[in-house]
């Protein structure tokens, strides 16, 4: 780890999710262009078997080799802004974290637990916190907490994978019932177009449920557009303004994206896409207010990115917003790689001040509760009644 003047920034990525490999990319992608003039990058790689550090993780054919060895495992602590080593069962302090920035796509990592445990660890966040996290994650709670805010989604039904095994007939006569076909089967808390499947007629319906199911005990089920184009657009907050991007309409190989249309050429944003999207100015400017809209009612902090379908007549749908897209989104701001690092620093510092603000509150209350508990059982005695 590197010493001096030079702040330590954390990057948290990998994740124990389907999405690992697509976090891996944006980790590295952000490991690489940090403005290494101002900040130390500094990985934090996340899998089933714990975290892990070191210098090796700057190069993605460190992961291509499905192996850890060359890097150390890792630890933060509550209460603690240091990054540690651990070493048969010791911990051993490697650098203080002056701010991180969480890469993670998908659960345990996208979902709200990065943002809490670098919350617990007392670490300013580049990234959105828990609620957007956690919101956002989840698809049908995110349609809630959307539609409360009077954004335009399309019709939509949650299916958990109990109801569905105990009566499919009554889940998939519900969903007859609500919308016509086709519809769109997602899991819930997933992304990167993983386990998503159309369906035309009742067993494909069948088909598409029990796949997702696969993914996620929890699905939703949409009205499926038939004359569409896909736009994105995103935003981020510095120096308390929010800057939202220009609009992309990235195009997809079939019905809709796919996890090859996206990923297919890995590191490279590959994906073929009109940048800005050849839609009417009005038709801009109103996804624009919409993506500052949910930023901004949603408290963010940190890069979001705004999936939207635009139907032939001009009707806008927001798809589902990511608190952790893609490279950041770095492409929707900047021109080249080379760009990025100036919005990566712009993001670091909007976390610092967002923590400096925080770190202002009161999270004392002087109260005499615990004077008058009981030593053991708070004044109340243990039943010995048990049922």
């Known amino acids: 780890m590197k010493k001096g003047n030079v702040k330590n920034v954390l990057f948290v990525f990998g994740g124990v999710s389907c999405e690992r490999d697509i976090s891996v990319i944006t980790g590295v992608l952000a490991l690489n262009c940090t403005d290494k003039n101002i900040y130390n990058p500094v990985p934090l790689y996340i899998t089933e078997n714990g975290c892990f550090t070191g210098d090796k993780l700057f190069d993605l054919s460190f992961y291509k080799a499905r192996s850890l060895d060359g890097a150390e495992k890792a630890a933060l602590l509550a209460g603690d802004g240091n990054l540690y080593s651990v070493k048969r069962g010791k911990l051993k302090k490697l650098c203080e974290i002056f701010c991180a920035v969480n890469c993670c796509h998908g659960l345990n990592g996208e979902d709200g637990c990065v943002a809490g445990l670098v919350r617990l660890s007392g670490i300013p966040f580049a990234s959105p916190d828990m609620l957007a996290s956690s919101v956002y994650m989840d698809k049908a709670a995110a349609k809630y907490y959307l539609s409360g805010l009077g954004v335009d989604i399309l019709p939509y039904k949650t299916v958990e994978k109990p109801a569905f095994y105990r009566n499919r007939e009554l889940v998939l006569s519900s969903v007859e019932r609500n919308m016509e076909y086709p519809v769109i089967v997602k899991p819930a ?22 796949y997702a ?30 800057i939202v991007s220009e609009c992309e309409n990235p195009k997809a190989g079939g019905d809709m994206l796919s996890f090859e249309d996206k990923y297919g050429s890995g590191l490279k944003h590959a994906l073929s896409r009109d940048f800005p999207a050849d839609i009417p100015k009005e038709t801009s400017d109103k996804i624009k207010a919409i993506t500052e809209l949910v930023y901004r009612e949603t408290y963010a902090c940190g890069v979001i990115r705004i999936d939207y379908l635009l139907t032939r007549g001009g009707e806008i749908y927001l798809n589902e917003v990511n608190t952790v897209p893609g490279s950041l989104a770095l ?45 053991k059982t708070m004044g109340l005695k243990r039943s010995t009644n048990r049922r």
């Open 189 to 210: 808390r997933l992304g990167s177009s993983i386990g998503i499947k159309r369906a035309d007629n009742r067993d494909r319906l069948i088909e598409a449920i029990e």
């Open 213 to 242: 199911l696969k993914f996620d005990g929890r699905i939703i089920i949409e009205k499926a557009l038939c004359d569409f184009i896909e736009i994105n657009c995103a935003a981020y907050r510095h120096k308390g303004r929010i």
């Open 331 to 375: 492409y929707l701001f900047r021109n080249s790689v080379s760009e990025f690092g100036q919005v990566l620093s712009e993001l670091i510092e909007e976390g610092v001040r967002e923590r400096r603000d925080f770190d202002n509150g009161t999270f004392v209350y002087p109260s005499n509760v615990l004077s008058g508990a009981g030593s």
